[in-house]
């Protein structure tokens, strides 16, 4: 089975926030959260990279491994997933979070952070809730997965810069790019989310 | 002296500039490749040379929220490892061996009598609003010992029997107890030092104390102020202790208001350890006031002591109440015999 990775090649990402838009729209995320952002380093200066990063699905995923009452796992095809009806807003997976994906709707309001909301891969909820249902969506945004449908954050990447899908194909694009332009700064967060980088 | 200094600039001045140009005229020459064609990377910001840097990468972000502009903290997963092998071995191997060393100590030395018995005449020693304070801070202290302990350990100890909607609805009360009970454990805690820390000032008795091995070794008999050495030390840790999870905590519930990501960490890291220590500390605390020392209870329970406890462990106290009393109250007995 498919082992589903983000990839983003920050020599193609323009800062445009269309994976942002994208995301907030299709998942119908409320106001203060933003499942997926996009991080320029270097700002200004030769060599400045710009980043979209959101929950990389990790390996070991180090916010399942803390959460005080388990309710984040790692579905057969790695997607980390949670269940809101069992989350108590602790923020202990925002400490582990290598990537900051973790958000909560009530930040900072006296310890009280609310259910903990974050990328799903577009693959519904970790919930009781039926695949696909109403209820699903309403609680955890898009099941495009199920759709046979990809991120929408990836999808509508207007430089294909974010790459979602299967780990090895994402990667093996990225490496033909890499060798047929050149250069290719690095498949950023795979090191810290997945162990090991892209080799090219 | 100066001569040496305006000879050190001189070499190190051409030297520190030899080296700036040292590390610029390479990248200038990286801008192209070794067979004269443009390398649009040679200039790029590479993660893994950030990393080697920096404990976590930063930008600039376009969302109104700074807060996210952190890419990359691969201290999460350092973190991780604290959380899950450090602290549940720390935790375990501290609290259940305090836990193993006071069943010992119960074994061999069993309960510590008062050797001349009771003598039936009873001395004030808390106050009312002593022991108030005391229990403020005491009850929230096993609020607080007993949620926090349900976040580390909850999942392995109760969750496989409660199961996980009982356990996520218990773990979501518990966190607010956490939070709002400790606004009464910082309350009490106030209480205690401000009534207390004049008591527990070291004085030279307490090191013979410490040195004859407290009340523990029967043949001996150290005498102690109002407080001895092993309470003193129980004092001084509360305070300690108390101020380290006091403040970690409320970083910790106003996330981002004084702390980064990294802040967090550390916070929630020292809030877990003292809180491991605290609670073994404290078990030991109860142990010598309740099951391990005839006597020991009644003081914080309804405020007196018996005389003859009184002279065994705070002989000089004892000593100073006398005398404070005397001079009050000129009948000559200083401590009423209780109404039979």
Known sequence: MARMKFLCDADRCIDCNACVTACKNENEVPWGINRRRVVTINDGKPGERSVSIACMHCTDAPCAAVCPVT????????????????????????????FGAPQYPRVGNFGSRGKMDKCTFCAGGGGPETPGSIAEYEKYGANRLLEGKLPLCAEMCSTKSLLAGDGEIIAQIYRERVSKRGYGSGAWGWTTAYYEGVAV | MSKLLARIRFVAGPLALLMMVAVMAPSDAQQRNPDGTPNPTASAVDEQELLRQLPRIEGRIDIPN?????????????????????????????????????????????????????????VPRFNGFERFSHWLNAVSFVVLGLTGLNITFGKIVLLPIIGPDR?????????????????????GLVLIVALWIKDNIPRQVDITWLKEGGGFIKSKHPTAGRFNAGEKL????????????IVSGYLLMFPFYLTNIAGMQVAQVLHAVTAVFFIAVILAHIYIGTLGMEGAFEAMGKGTVDLNWAKEHHGLWLEEETTRRAGNDTRGEPWATPAE
């Open chain 1, 71 to 98: 309710c984040i796992f790692s579905t057969d095809e790695g997607v980390v997933l949670h269940s809101k009806d069992l989350c108590i807003g602790c923020g202990y997976c925002f400490y582990a979070c290598p």
């Open chain 2, 66 to 122: 700074p807060r996210e502009a952190v890419l990359i903290q691969p201290a999460g997963r350092t973190w991780d490892y604290f959380h899950e092998v450090i602290l549940h071995w720390l935790g375990a191997i501290v609290i259940l061996g305090m836990v193993a060393v006071l069943a010992i100590a119960y074994l061999l030395m069993g309960r510590i009598r008062m050797s001349a018995g009771r003598s039936g005449v009873e």
């Open chain 2, 167 to 187: 356990f996520s609805d218990l773990s979501q009360a518990a966190k607010y107890v956490h939070n709002f009970v400790s606004f009464s454990f910082v309350a």
């Open chain 2, 234 to 245: 129980v004092f001084w840790f509360a305070l300690g202790a108390g101020a380290v999870v």
